[in-house]
């Protein structure tokens, strides 16, 4: 099949596929000098199961930790219906081909646009995958934050707050990267229309990636506490978690 593929073809391809591995990388470094929102969001996560353990009620966070899991529901629910939309296209890729004659392109090889459809839910199932398993992750959390004792004094309280915090904070890494596996199958659809369109849709698709973890408002404002010093550590009535 790769005879099909013209070089720029293949060229976009490589940008594609090299640019969500090293995107990955930088997003989820936590030691840069300019660290992501995601990066950040893990010290909000570990203080959130700190304050936990003190919290009376917990109503609270059992209500955080449901709105978490159904906002997951929802995406990987969207992923199965666009997978089925996937797989009738590969059935009968005439309206895609007659699209791309619309735009007075040259309509490519029915398994040459299989091929790309393939390439787009690829990510469609990616996406999938992680949004069940972080579901899944956050069910274990919610089981954990269920075991830790009311009492701060117990031994137990903060060791069983951490573990929770890092299940947590794994379920949280997988939902963004099934959020942005979604936003690299948008991009990808510009490969219908060529290798060109689908360079440049990929580039916006990165350019926004980059802008909201790294200069968005948000940024500033989830990292205005993180400058002040107040996260480096527990309060000084609490141990810190491990």
Not at 227 to 236: D, H, I, T, V
Request: charge should be positive; proline fraction near 6%; include cysteine.
């Amino acid at each position: 099949m790769l005879h099909l593929f013209s070089p720029a073809d293949l060229a976009a391809m490589g940008y594609t596929l090299a640019g969500t591995a090293l995107l990955q990388h930088v997003i989820e470094k936590t030691d840069f000098r300019r660290p992501s929102v995601s990066a950040i969001m893990v010290h909000y996560r570990r203080d959130w199961m700190r304050e936990f353990v003190t919290r009376q009620p917990r109503i609270f966070d059992a209500t955080v930790l449901d709105g978490l899991r159904q906002g997951i529901t929802f995406y990987a629910s969207t992923c199965l219906l666009v997978l089925g939309g996937g797989l009738a296209l590969l059935t009968d890729t005439a309206p895609l081909q007659g699209l791309a004659s619309s735009f007075d392109l040259h309509p490519d090889p029915a398994l040459l646009m299989k091929a790309k459809i393939l390439f787009i839910l690829a990510f469609i199932v990616s996406a999938f995958l992680k949004f069940v398993w972080s579901h899944r992750l956050f069910g274990y959390c919610s089981v954990l934050m269920a075991s830790v004792p009311n009492d701060p004094e117990n031994p137990y309280a903060y060791d069983r707050a951490a573990r929770a915090a890092e299940v947590n904070i794994t379920a949280a890494r997988n939902y963004n990267r099934g959020l942005r596996s979604v936003y690299y199958a948008i991009g990808a659809l510009g490969w219908l229309l060529g290798p060109w369109v689908f360079m440049v849709s990929m580039t916006f698709t990165f350019t926004t990636l980059i802008r909201r973890e790294f200069a968005s408002q948000s940024r500033a404002a989830i990292v205005a506490r993180l400058q002040e010093g107040e996260s480096s550590g527990a309060p000084p009535s609490h141990p810190p978690l491990a």
